[in-house]
């Protein structure tokens, strides 16, 4: 016995598409800038923040492509649709960033003990270029960050270009002024320092969801608390919990009743009570919930309770 909800967001995915293609083109295009400008300069900044928009922009083309298959319907075959996508294209993207944040740390601490030249004048305009294309991608996102991994992936690929590209300023004036060409190399580092605790946190919750674990901020234990203090349920096992994608979790459980609810059509108001405390008492709202109602005869029969 189950919960059935229609949940459709139609336009939040079609607005989500609508912005990933506006910033990967703008991301896409600063990055093709920003190439040329370290050539120019010899910047490991600028290259870095290159290397940094290259897999941005490739991370932002898998999102685009998750955030169009997000839009197919649910079929016989794929009951929940393709809305993991969104989830597999975001763990993608924190994992190509992972590893440009380790290029660029171990790129700039070779450069700090072996400083190249490096054109500060012409850097610094590359680094404005770079943040106003960020700023502008920053403007698009900011609406639709909250949707899903998706989009909170790509909104922290740009912010992490826009720090980059301040940093890549501030070294720029640093090296235009004083000739310190190793803030180049301290700059790098910096980025990658900007680069590689955020990947880590979204590959942390993205492999959450991967794995089934239960969603964070909801504890299974004060569920099962809360379904054992309902009138006439007897027991609860089986509880899962776990997220199909950003927004969506669901649950399922066995639930033991007294025998007579599966004779006197009570078991019906148990299962409309059990569906509206686990989408309305706890902070992550479940409306998607299986529950099986069992008799207490049925508790012999169980063969892996949990």
């Given at each position: 016995m189950g919960s059935g909800h229609d949940h459709t967001?139609?336009?939040?995915?079609?607005?989500?598409r609508g912005r990933l293609v506006v910033v990967f083109a703008i991301t896409f295009a600063v990055m093709v800038a920003e190439i040329v400008g370290a050539v120019l300069t010899g910047s490991l900044a600028l290259l870095a923040d290159a290397g940094h928009m290259f897999t941005d922009s490739a991370g932002l083309l898998i999102a685009?492509?998750?955030?169009?298959?997000?839009?197919?319907?649910?079929?016989?075959?794929?009951?929940?649709g393709y809305k993991r996508a969104e989830i597999v294209a975001a763990a993608g993207q924190a994992a190509l960033l992972l590893g440009v944040g380790g290029f660029v740390i171990v790129e700039g601490i070779r450069r700090l003990f072996e400083p190249p030249a490096v054109v500060g004048s012409t850097m610094l305009w590359f680094g404005i270029i770079g943040l106003a294309g960020?700023?502008?991608?920053?403007?698009?996102?900011?609406s639709g960050r909250h949707h899903n991994f998706n989009m909170k992936a790509a909104f922290l690929e740009v912010l992490n270009d826009a720090l980059g590209s301040v940093a890549v300023i501030a070294a720029a004036v640093i090296i235009a002024f004083t000739g310190w060409t190793r803030a180049d190399a301290v700059v790098s580092l910096l980025i990658g320092a900007l680069i590689i605790p955020r990947t880590l946190k979204l590959l942390r919750d993205t492999t959450d969801v991967l794995m089934e674990n239960v969603p964070r901020g909801l504890d299974l234990a004060k569920v099962r608390e809360h379904i054992l203090a309902l009138p006439h349920v007897i027991d609860v096992h089986d509880l899962h919990a776990s997220l199909v994608a950003s927004g969506t979790p669901v649950l399922s459980a066995h639930v033991t009743v007294k025998d007579k609810c599966m004779r006197d059509g009570h078991s019906a108001t148990i299962l409309a009570d059990l569906q509206r405390c686990v989408a309305e008492h706890f902070d992550v709202s479940i409306e998607h919930s299986t529950f099986q109602i069992e008799p207490a005869a049925h508790r012999d029969q169980e063969s892996l309770p949990h």
């Open positions: 967001h139609g336009g939040d995915a079609a607005g989500n685009l492509i998750a955030a169009s298959l997000a839009l197919k319907p649910a079929t016989l075959k794929r009951t929940w960020n700023a502008i991608g920053l403007l698009v996102l900011a």
